[in-house]
């Protein structure tokens, strides 16, 4: 069964700083690597996502992906203390239909 | 942007009662979800179904049962509620095709006494 973790569990970063998450997964066949944002009391939503090894930039995120490290990760240039929030990585195991796997998340802070 | 909607917001349940949890979209997906979010545990699948009158057991189905009447329709029944499945309970729906992308409603507060 695909096992997703993240890191860290929490950070605290000042406004204007870059932000790395992380994420690995189990699953070397996995296909679909996705971060999802999370406010406070909201609804998860898609950010971005990926399907091959390399990196894609949207604005200020930039997710990069290596599979053969079993690792993507979210960088976040400029934070903004609006980026606060539950930051969930979910990932598309091989041959699993539509499932996603996610992972407990990183909670950012990011103080003005 | 699509729709996804849940009944009730939030409910109170005694211990051993039944409770129905609504699912609506208006996406036209074929797939949709429930999830339960924990403190420290992130989502975890309940049950998912990608048809209208199917569904399938998710990574932690126990104590749960799910209804899929419609493809817009899609209900999470726990028969017997306990006080472990006090938790935030969210549906979601995704399309078939090459976008994995999955829409959430905006979830049901669940509290077991």
């Known amino acids: 069964q695909q096992k997703v973790q993240q890191s860290p569990e929490s950070l605290i970063v000042p406004e204007g700083a870059m932000t790395s998450l992380n994420c690995t997964f189990s699953d070397s066949a996995s296909q679909y690597f996705a971060w999802y944002r999370q406010h406070s009391g909201k609804a998860p939503k898609a950010l971005m996502s990926i399907f091959s090894n390399g990196e894609k930039e949207e604005g200020r995120f930039t997710i990069h992906l290596n599979k053969a490290s079993l690792h993507f990760s979210l960088h976040i240039r400029d934070s903004q203390p609006s980026d606060s929030a539950l930051y969930l990585c979910?990932?598309?195991?091989?041959?699993?239909?539509?499932?996603?796997?996610f992972g407990k998340g990183t909670l950012l802070t990011v103080t003005p | 942007e699509a729709a996804v909607t849940q009944s009730p917001r939030s409910k109170v349940a005694v211990t051993g009662g039944k409770v129905t949890l609504s699912c609506h979209q208006t996406n036209n997906h074929d797939y949709m979800y429930w999830y339960r979010q924990d403190t420290g545990h992130g989502l975890r699948l309940i049950h998912y179904s990608y048809v209208a009158d199917s569904t399938e057991k998710g990574d932690i189905p126990d104590g749960y049962k799910a209804s899929r009447p419609s493809q817009e329709n899609f209900s999470l029944i726990l028969e017997l509620a306990s006080l472990s499945q006090t938790a935030v309970y969210f549906c979601?729906?995704?399309?078939?095709?090459?976008?994995?992308?999955?829409?959430f409603g905006p979830g049901t507060r669940l509290t077991v006494l």
């Open positions: 979910a990932v598309r195991s091989g041959g699993s239909n539509y499932k996603l796997t």
């Open positions: 979601a729906s995704s399309e078939q095709g090459d976008s994995y992308e999955q829409y």
